[in-house]
DNA sequence: ATCGGTAATAATTTCGAAATTATTTAACTA
DNA sequence: TAGTTAAATAATTTCGAAATTATTACCGAT
């Protein structure tokens, strides 16, 4: 068998990677994806906003191409609207969008719920008290506080974290997918035309600690109508709520 | 004011739009997400196969920037799954994927329709009995046949547009949406892993004219009875929706 | 002075090639 | 001959500029 001829890599210095991590490296469209998501949820863009990549370039310190990729998918999953040759731009809201949103929120929780209350074991009782436990620290601080909005933010992601933690023992991911977009789509509209975010003071309180302590003690009916109680749903919806 | 200078603008006539439309025009970005997504609730594309752009460019006749955008938004969406340089390949599906699609499926279906039935006029009523007829239609067709597999493609179509007819009521894009992601994730299961794509036979008749007759009637109980018996849940998920 | 049309400008989308990364193939060693 | 290493190849991702489309500003006419 013939040798073939090898010419030796060559490897262009400037081009190697370097052992430090450069800091003001251009973000990957990942990274953006979550910039982007972020910034929608928390009200850096306001609803209807047109979302210029040229701009946003600037801004966030990124490529078109991956700016584009990440609006894509905001796209899709309905955070951001996109029309032909007209680019992007921040979905605008309406008390129906939320009332939608919180209607899917009442449904997908009540039902993982039931799921979660059957699945959770030990670890997930961990996790739920841990939880509760955060929120609850947050939310005796407003509560002393004279100005809540410094915690607004806080109690928000911690309101996240606590009933996503309860639903995570239901095992069903597609579930669990559906619920986090439309508690998003609940919390974009809050941020941006609820006073507090929908923050309701004490009420906060009580209700948080009546689902956490059916869901300890495994309360399918108990936990389920502290849900109902705390989700800001309109009669109609309530109405149908009964028939559940 | 001085005048300004302006040369005519100048046409390459190479560029020029044809009155008649070109055929064999790379498809756009949306139409091509269309052709995959279809493409892979259909089969034609296998679970967890590849999707290499460089082949489909030249299968779909497109260009690579398409393609990508197109595999972008699926895979935000759950029917591709892509890793970082490791381009994409259509989902794996597994019982469990399927079961918790029925899941989805049932627990939308069900809110779905007691808002249709509350919400649905003499329009919604003709169009749930047009969709009926076309799905009735079939099934009877297949019923007489020896051999249903020349029907299933077209009854499967059918199926969703009567499913879909009767829960478009509802109110809620936000529902419908999920909705629609769960029925697709359900059927792309079928067409891979069950034998008559889930066709039921004779059964199927009973049950979709079950779910018509009650929607029509406006009868709650019997139509989400009927939706029940319909789905082919686990005895797991019966469990729960007897709390339902 | 307002309206309609046309050119200039700005923005978005498309595209092909370069750069990066993964995979396969071949050579070498034990 | 099996295991290891590195080169060659193939595939994917990135990027900047070209092409397309929308928007704005200007001129002329009614």
Redesign the interface.
Known sequence: MATRLRSPRVINPSKQQSVVPISDAAPDA?TLYEVLRDGLIWGRWKPGEKLKPQHLKDELGCKSAAL??AL??L????FVDSE?NQGFRAVAHSKE?FQ??V??RW??EC?AV??AL?NGGFEWEMAVSAAHKKLVFVEERMKAADDVTPFLKHWSRQDWEFHNTVLSACR????L??YK??YD?FRMYAVSSLPTYGFGGDNNITEHNAIYEAAIQHD?AACIEAILCHLPLSDDATL?AG??
Chains 1, 2 share one sequence.
């Open positions: 990942h584009r990729e894509i998918r796209a899709g999953e309905g032909l969008t939608e949103a209607h899917m449904v997908l039902e039931r799921m059957k069903s991911t597609l579930l997918r559906s977009t439309a789509t399918e149908s028939a559940g």
